[in-house]
């Protein structure tokens, strides 16, 4: 599966953004697809993940309640619709696919295939 993010920007506080992840080589309908950040310096933490069936998705307290994941099998692609954006959400954004069970979900150990970095800056 090949993965390819886009969508991110630089934006000021409090505004919103939307990231994608469009999937080749594979349907995400078979995959727990994730959205994964990672800051300069720091480690790559967990941001958000919807199942394979699509009726479960999973959250970051972080972000709980301001980013919404969802996905199109149409279209193959993987959205994370981020509101009320913060300084602190500032980080390269990837997606992943992968078959984790779900008390693995937030691993990023847990996902086989990863999309390149789509960059997220947000002023104060």
């Known amino acids: 599966v090949q993965l390819q993010a886009s969508g991110g920007g630089l934006v000021q506080a409090g505004d919103s953004l939307r990231l994608s992840c469009a999937a080749s080589g594979g349907t995400i309908s078979k995959y727990t697809m994730g959205w994964f950040r990672q800051a300069p310096g720091k480690e790559r933490e967990f941001v958000a993940a919807v199942g394979w069936s699509g009726g479960s998705t999973y959250y970051a307290d972080s972000v709980k309640g301001r980013f919404t994941i969802s996905r199109d099998v149409v279209k193959n692609t993987v959205y994370l619709q981020m509101n009320s954006l913060k300084p602190e959400d500032t980080s390269a954004y990837y997606c992943?696919?992968?078959?984790?069970?779900?008390?693995?979900?937030?691993?990023?150990?847990?996902?086989?295939?990863w999309g390149q970095g789509t960059l997220v800056t947000v002023s104060s």
């Open positions: 992943a696919a992968g078959r984790p069970i779900t008390v693995a979900i937030r691993r990023s150990t847990s996902y086989a295939y």
